[in-house]
């Protein structure tokens, strides 16, 4: 009987517990309760559009500053006089600015005009009292080349000879440039026999030498080569015609072929009292430049000064803060603007 009434009160407790148990799954109880009510966004977390922008710009810097320093590193062109100058051995004696089309529309020497022609003729009358001042007295036949063709020689040459003239001094240009003989079409001589046949023995100096009305200069055309541009005349040769000429002149100016291209500006360079060296800063590198003036150092030619040509205003040189002021004054001089300045 006692263990009837105990195994009841077991029966019955585990009976209460399970009616405990079944109420409680019954009951949707939780310790979450709502702070504050969430709000909707304005605008999207992500993607951040401010900052992706700022990061893009400073990636951009990054990357552009990095190709430009590779481009400046990997560009070997001559950047400024000073580089020119430490690989010639020789200073600066004009400087010629890049003139665009308006060089393809030259076909002469810089005549009285426009102030932009002024402001050029201002360049050769510097260049020429640098000219003079460099060959001194005891030089009088100068010889013109570059390293390449179309560095602007010829131009060069025309109007360096045509400033020394203007001075007074007697001038004689020779055009030693077979293969392109420039001096016909900027003085207008006709085609007829020039250093060419003087070199073979087919004309003597006088008979072609073309002189100007209005200055003292004498010009020598290159001559009709008859498809034997190729000939190469030795330096005596070369040498026989300056001596038979050189009395009557104060200079003599020989413009020449480029020095990596013919081998005649070498040839004719042992017989000259120095050399003036053209280079355009945009088409010559450093190597071209020191292998130039190398070929004329082993033959121990003076390098008496350098032309640069085609500079612009990012080779940061000061001359071409004038340029503008001459353009002025020359307008001035006209009248066109004497009343303004």
């Known amino acids: 009987l006692r263990e009837v009434e105990t195994n009841r009160r077991l029966y019955d407790s585990m009976l209460q517990r399970t009616k405990e148990t079944d109420l ?9 309760h709502i702070v504050e009510k969430a709000q909707l966004p ?9 900052q992706n922008i700022l990061l893009a710009m400073a990636a951009s810097l990054v990357l552009g500053l990095s190709i430009v320093t590779l481009l400046d590193h990997l560009d070997t062109r001559v950047r400024n006089p000073q580089e020119v100058e430490a690989i010639a051995g020789a200073p ?17 020497p810089l005549q009285a005009g426009s102030s932009a022609d002024s402001v050029l003729q201002e360049c050769f009358r510097e260049m020429r009292t640098m000219a003079a001042f460099r060959m001194g007295s005891g030089r009088k036949v100068i010889q013109l080349t570059s390293c390449v063709p179309r ?25 030693g440039d077979f293969q392109r003989a420039g001096l016909y079409a900027w003085f207008r001589i006709r085609r007829e026999a020039g250093l060419f ?24 055309p290159s001559g009709r080569t008859k498809g034997a541009s190729h000939r190469i005349f030795e ?18 100016i020989v413009d020449s072929p480029p020095i990596l291209v013919i081998s005649d500006p070498l040839v ?37 000064g350098v032309i640069l040509n085609r500079m612009t205003r990012h080779h940061r040189y000061y ?19 004497a009343e303004s300045a």
């Open 319 to 337: 001359y071409y803060g004038y340029s503008k002021k001459y353009g002025y004054y020359y307008q001035g001089r006209s009248g066109e603007k």
């Open 235 to 252: 330096a005596s040769d070369l040498k026989r015609v300056i001596d038979s000429v050189k009395d009557g002149y104060d200079y003599v």
């Open 42 to 50: 304005k605008s999207p977390v992500r993607p951040s559009k401010a």
């Open 92 to 108: 600066t004696i004009g400087v010629i600015a890049d003139l665009g089309r308006k060089v393809g529309k030259m076909h002469g």
């Open 24 to 32: 409680l799954e019954g009951l949707k109880t939780s310790n979450i």
């Open 197 to 220: 046949q003087v070199l073979a023995g087919e004309a003597e100096p006088a008979e072609v030498i073309w002189r100007g009305t209005s200055t003292s200069l004498s010009v020598m």
């Open 151 to 175: 560095e602007g020689k010829t131009l060069i040459s025309a109007n360096l000879a045509l400033a020394l003239s203007d001075a007074g001094r007697k001038v004689l240009l020779i055009d």
């Open 268 to 304: 004719w360079s042992q017989c000259m009292d120095g050399v003036f060296f053209v280079v355009d800063v945009q088409q010559v590198d450093s190597g071209m430049l020191r292998q130039a003036v190398e070929k004329l150092n082993d033959l121990k030619v003076p390098i008496l």
